[in-house]
């Protein structure tokens, strides 16, 4: 299908970019890729230039992939690799965590490592899976009105902006100077719109690895055509357990993953040993359940603590140390990251996520495939990093599946040193030590099996 080519504008990170208009204004084209790229302008081009898309993605190219059995579209931003760099002989495939978009890996000029590894000359692919980022439905009529159960979270948030206005006069006027209160209220209508679309958000892990990723991956190969029709796969988070549950179903079928070569930062399929901050989230699953809700809204609730967060008086500082370890994140960048970077999602995503703090790991949708019971069959090399002040996945819980890899084929480091720096959840990316002291690593890994 003929591709659509954008003029580059300058990017606009606008928390409201993300909203059920911008997810209905995709899915009305046709096509099944957009460019943003450096070209010529001409009168049709610059008509389309200031569209929301193009605000949004700071990328060299956005591409749309349709993925199987599902009314959904994900999004690849791709960053061109330097003309001046070596030329590489595969593409290099991103995956970022649970609720989170492509500004995971390009929060800024400064921290991004996207535009740092098109820099040394990879082809840099970074996937939205559905329900994140400039992922779209391809949905044209109207999608109804929501149910009960869904405006009852609607009128919890109305409720939540009720009470900042208390709290204007408790913090002597601190919330009306930050404008918390106009802030929220455009949130919530932003999620109110976005009620609509919940229906549509009911896929999980499993889906998530048979369908988004095996479809992005042959759309990579296509676009790039590597020799050996293998990418070169770097997972945070979430996007490194889809990597190594990729490698398991792969080495337990005898089948080729289409890997050279796998990179996981703060990922595990097994939590259950560890003191990791995910088993105190669990009591909300129960309540989840029983409200019988399709999705949460992870970024409306954190825009909510945002300024509690991040400003004075600091109320919910603590939350911050679930990022990043102190001082290692600036403080723009982590409003960036919390503002920009975080998506709504499904509660049957959260449940199956769920069971990799119970023993045995992390399981399918039937609950009788345990992932990590079958990560010794890959023939992958894998390199798998761990930040030594990391309390969502600690280092402890990402050597629990290390130790079941072959040995020749595992790379296990902890980063951080004990006078320091040390190494939050997203430090290993976006921390501001992690350009020469984590960056190094996975170039030098990449390097030795892209050149295999």
């Known amino acids: 299908m003929d591709t659509l080519r954008f003029e580059l504008s300058s990017a606009s990170l606008t928390s409201a970019a993300f909203t059920a208009s911008s997810l209905h204004s995709h899915s009305r084209h046709s096509f099944s890729s957009v460019r943003v790229g450096r070209v010529d302008s001409s009168p049709a081009i610059a008509s389309v230039a200031k569209t929301t898309v193009n605000e949004i993605c700071t990328a060299d190219e956005l591409h749309f992939v349709p993925v199987p059995n599902s009314d959904w579209r994900t999004a ?18 991103l995956l970022s965590g649970i609720a989170t978009n492509a500004f995971t890996y390009d929060l800024s000029p400064e921290f991004s490592f996207a535009r740092f590894m098109s820099g040394l000359g990879f082809d840099t692919w970074i996937l939205e899976l559905r329900g994140a980022g400039l992922s779209s439905l391809n949905v044209d009529k109207d999608l109804g009105s929501s149910n009960d159960k869904q405006r009852i979270v609607s009128d919890l948030l109305e409720n939540l902006i009720n009470v900042s206005e208390r709290l204007e006069n408790v913090l002597d006027g601190g919330f009306k100077v930050l404008g918390l209160k106009d802030r929220l209220s455009t949130r919530v209508e932003d999620f109110k719109q976005r009620l609509e679309l919940i229906p549509h958000y009911n896929w999980d892990f499993d889906n998530y690895l048979e369908e988004d990723i095996p479809s992005a991956m042959e759309y990579v190969r296509t676009q790039t055509k590597p020799k050996d029709g293998k990418l070169l796969a770097i997972g945070h988070s979430m996007g490194g357990i889809l990597l190594y549950a990729l490698l398991s179903k792969c080495g337990l079928e005898g089948i080729d993953s289409g890997l050279a070569s796998v990179t996981t930062l703060a990922a595990t399929l097994d939590y259950s040993s560890s003191r990791t901050l995910l088993k105190y989230l669990l009591p909300v699953k129960d309540p989840a359940q029983a409200i019988n809700l399709g999705a949460l809204p992870i970024d409306t609730m954190l825009e909510m603590i945002h300024p509690l967060m991040c400003r004075p008086p600091y109320a919910l500082s603590w939350l911050t140390t679930n990022i990043s370890a102190p001082q290692m994140m600036e403080p723009e960048v982590i409003e960036k990251l919390v503002l920009n970077t ?3 999602v499904p509660v049957k995503l959260l449940l199956q996520l769920s ?14 495939f345990c992932y990590k019971d079958h990560i010794s069959k890959t023939n992958v090399p894998i390199l798998a990093l761990a930040g030594d002040w990391d309390i969502i996945c600690p280092p402890d819980a990402v050597y629990d599946t290390v130790k079941l890899i072959p040995e020749h084929l595992a790379t296990f480091k902890v980063v951080g040193s004990p006078g320091g720096p040390h190494y939050g959840h997203q430090d290993l990316i976006s921390g501001r030590t992690a350009k020469p002291e984590v960056y190094p690593l996975i170039v030098r890994f990449l390097q030795e099996h892209d050149e295999s």
């Open 355 to 368: 069971t990799a703090v119970d023993n045995g790991g992390l399981r399918d949708r039937t609950g009788n």
């Open 76 to 93: 690849l931003w791709r960053y061109l690799p330097s003309p001046k760099a070596p030329k590489r002989k595969h593409p290099l495939f």
């Open 342 to 344: 975080l998506c709504t």
